[in-house]
Structures are given as structure tokens and as C-alpha cells.
């Protein structure tokens, strides 16, 4: 059995329970607030000294990196393309999303819709997240003209870590109104058999 | 004949050279002066619409993002584990350096050291610059005690992308003076047969 370390509200650890979702993978799901320091706590940062979600334990071995979490458990399924320049093609947008995409994109999100007023924020720091995530968005946008998905014509993981921050961009102060083919990709991901939001969570195990 | 299209001080585009090095293969290297704007060409952008080197042509395919490439050069070698969770392994780290590691330590190097006084450097960046880039360089000396690579036993392309900036971080500003394991892991790369320092080139190809 899987456990993920996982913060609900967290994009990146949201990637990784929609991915498990998607193959229908079970798993046992640990919270941790990191707004309550659950991160910091010895036996967290044990587990992973950067003290960073998400984390994926298999068997005794700890796993972080959310990206790197969907390459393990896509590896021989269809959302990994078996082709060694489409699988490269693949990590080459999960590199740029966490790159050029997630440090405006998410971190916008996260200072000011969840921490709000927790720190001082910085002028300088919004206009940064906004000059990058905007021009993340565009190239984003000019690829998915006349694509469905970012690599070949089927969901890839380069999908599934590129929709978790994106979809919510908005709750960063982003606009994705000038953004039609980024908004089309959005709603094609999310009527995927197997789509689950960020509020899901799985059932319960027996065990 | 694979042609790689490369800035000679980039630390991204070194990570190719070296990786293509190692494994000692042919390839044809084109000079792109990005201090002369040569990424931002419509010839360029027609290639690489992000205007970024490194960029492989493979065929007529290109492929950008270094790590991308990396991991497209080491699939089959043993630069990449063969083990899927070994294999997940590299990729965190690779995903660590990018997310991580070069926006504060490659970032600092080029502003400080290449473009300088190019624009007004802004105190808020560089300290930012300075307080990412310890923060990684500490994550890599934690994991560095007591292992000689960063995954496994022996070289694998996490340990080529994280020394391209790491070994030039003091031209950013960054002391290496209190890391012993980094130092101590950036001369053993530096001591692997085939290794090249950034300012080797391939030997002009006859055609």
C-alpha cells in the first residue's frame, strides 16, 4: 500500500492524488497542515528534510518531488508514452512547469489567497509572480493551438502537473480570459473518466 | 548526427556538452550569443518559441529544457538506473535543481557575474538569490554525508544537472567554503573519465 503525505490545499500534492485517482490506485492519504507546522515536526522532517509535500512512501522508501512522484507511478502506464522522444518531450513540460510555471503561478496562490497578511507582502514579489506566471501562461497557450494535449493526443503526466496549478490560477489574482485555448485544455482535462477535484479525498481503507 | 544548439557559459547548456562528453558522442554544436540576442531571432524562435538554449535537434524534432535532454541522452546508459524507483530517484533531484537550486545560485551567477550592471540589480533580488541558493546548497550537503552520488553508487545525470551550477556557484557569490561534502562531490564528478570543463567543444565534425 501507498501512503501519501499530502496537503489538501496544496497544488502539487494534488497532482498526485489526482494522478493516483485516475490509474485508480489505492492509497492511504496522510494531511499535513502545514499551515499548523505539521511539516516541521521531527518525525516529519525524518521523513524529509526539506519538510516539503508531497511525499510518497513505498514500503519503507520515501519518494519526494511531486513530478518526480507522477513518473514512478505512470512508468508503464499510458499517461508515460513509451516513445524515448515523447517521454522526454513529456518531462521537458513538467521541467518548464516547475521551472517557469509553478514558482509565479502557485506561489501567487499561496501568499495571497491562503496565508493572506501571514507576512508583509512585497510589491516587488506580486509583479514578479505575475510577469512570470503570465508569460508561462502564454507559452502554454500558443503550444495548445491545435493540440489537445501537450504531448501527442492523449493525457499525459505532463498534463496532470500542468492542470493542478493552472486550474486554479485565478485564486492568484491570474486572468485566464485571453487565454481561450489554455480554457478548452482545462475543461478537456476535467471531463477525463476518472477527473476528481482538489476537495477529494479516497475512501477510507478497511486497514 | 544530433546538433545541439548551445551557449557556451550557460550552465544549462553545459550540462548537455558534459552529458554528450561522458557518453562520447558526436554531435554538432552551434554558438548561440544570447548577449547578442541571438535567441530572440525569428530563425530561433521558429525552433524554440521560448527562446531558450539549450535546444536539441534530434532529426527534424527539437527538444528543449535541459534536464529534458539529459534524460533523453541517458535513457539506455548508466547514467539513468534501471531500477524504477532509482530511476524516480534522479528525477527528484533533477526536479530539486530546477525548482529549487538554479533560480537563486544560476540566476545570481548570471546577473552578478555575466550581464553585470546590464540592468539595475535590485538589492530584494539578490538577496533572494542568496537565501534560495544556500537553502538548496544545504539540502545537497545534508544528503551528500556519507554518500558518493547523489542516487546510488555511481554517476547518474542528477549528479550532471546539479554540478553544472554548482561548481560555478562562487561566481554568483556563493561560498563553498562551509560545504566539505560539496566540494568533496564536485571533485569526484570533476574526476570521472570523460569529464570536460565548460569551456571544451567538440572537435569541428569533418562534415
Redesign the interface.
Known sequence: MLTLYSTQSSGNSYKVRLMLARLARAFRLVEVDIFAGENRTPEFLAMN??GRVPLLA?GG?M???????L??LA?GTPFLPED??E???T??W???E??SH??GIATARFWLRQVRGGRDL?T?DVDRWMEEGYAALR?ME??LEGRRFFVGDRPTIADIALYAHTHVAEEGDFSLAALPHVRAWLARVAAEPGHVDMDWRPAAAAA
Not at 519518494?63 to 512522484?69: F, H, K, M, V
Open positions: 528534510p526539506e513505498v522508501r519518494l519526494a518531488e511531486s513530478n518526480a512522484i513518473f514512478y512508468d524515448p522522444f517521454r522526454a518531450e518531462l521537458r513538467m521541467f518548464f516547475q521551472n509553478e514558482p512585497r516587488h507559452v500558443r503550444h
